[in-house]
């Protein structure tokens, strides 16, 4: 009678949270936006300063390192939301499609322009483009650890 009970339960049980989406985009998330500002930057420092090639190379690695320090500071509630969205997504609907992926980037950092920078366009176009790569970067890497 005990092992019917808990088959019953087992049947009717709901499948778990999953988590492992969440701790990706939160450890991961901030870590690919980093990388992208620092590419950012040496574009732009390479483009309006006409500095060697090896000049950029530097400024990009002391860009990305400088930015490990900061980069979970400023982009971690960003990543837990956009983490807690897909992994919701993932456990009504399945896998995330790239499209909504983009849609979550856009919706943050539209969030943390009207937060941090309300004034500027240039660098809160800056600001979507670096959460879009980041949620679709991350949503690749949920992608691929599935497979």
Known sequence: MNQASTSATKAIRRPSFPWGVVILYV???PIIGNAVIALISGATL????????????SGIFL????????CHLMGGIQALLCGVAAALWQRKRGQLPYSIAALFGVIVGLGFIFIVTPDSFPMSSIFIVVHVVAVLGCNYLTRKSKS
């Open 63 to 70: 860009f990305f390192m400088m930015g490990l320090m900061f």
């Open 27 to 29: 450890f991961i998330g």
């Open 46 to 57: 390479f483009t309006t300063d006409l500095s060697a090639l090896n000049d950029v190379l």
